[in-house]
């Protein structure tokens, strides 16, 4: 069993930078692929970003390419989504995601994800 527990959010102006963290209380982090799905108000959860169990492939939504990195560090079990030229329209509850992965595949599904966080509010305003 894998507990995900979000940080980092908060209020930013936009064009500002945020960099939530998602800690794993589980031990061998490397073995799960890892994911960043938001959700905004009267909206569905859409998916923002993933990556592979080792972190070197990794996939994002067109709306936030360039924007956003995902990574993770698996020596302590974390995974971060760095966000950069916040706008607005990326307000949203962030929620990341795990799921046990034998390859290198970054999975971009909401249903393929197991473990989720309880989620993080960012609001980008000025």
């Known amino acids: 069993q894998v507990q995900l527990v979000e940080s980092g959010g908060g209020l930013v102006q936009p064009g500002g930078s945020l960099k939530l963290s998602c800690a794993s209380s589980?031990?061998?982090?490397?073995?799960?692929?890892m994911g960043w799905f938001r959700q905004a108000p009267g909206k569905e959860r859409e998916f923002v970003a993933g990556?592979?169990?080792?972190?070197?492939?990794?996939d994002y939504s067109e709306a936030v390419k360039g924007r956003f990195t995902i990574s993770k560090d698996n020596a302590k079990n974390i995974g971060y989504l760095q966000m950069n030229l916040l706008k607005p329209e990326d307000t949203a509850v962030y929620y990341c995601?795990?799921?046990?992965?034998?390859?290198?595949?970054?999975?971009?599904?909401?249903?393929?994800?197991?473990?989720w966080g309880p989620g993080i509010q960012v609001t980008v305003s000025s």
């Open positions: 990556c592979s169990r080792s972190g070197g492939t990794t």
């Open positions: 589980g031990r061998d982090f490397i073995i799960y692929a």
């Open positions: 995601g795990a799921r046990y992965s034998a390859d290198a595949y970054a999975f971009t599904d909401e249903e393929d994800y197991e473990y």
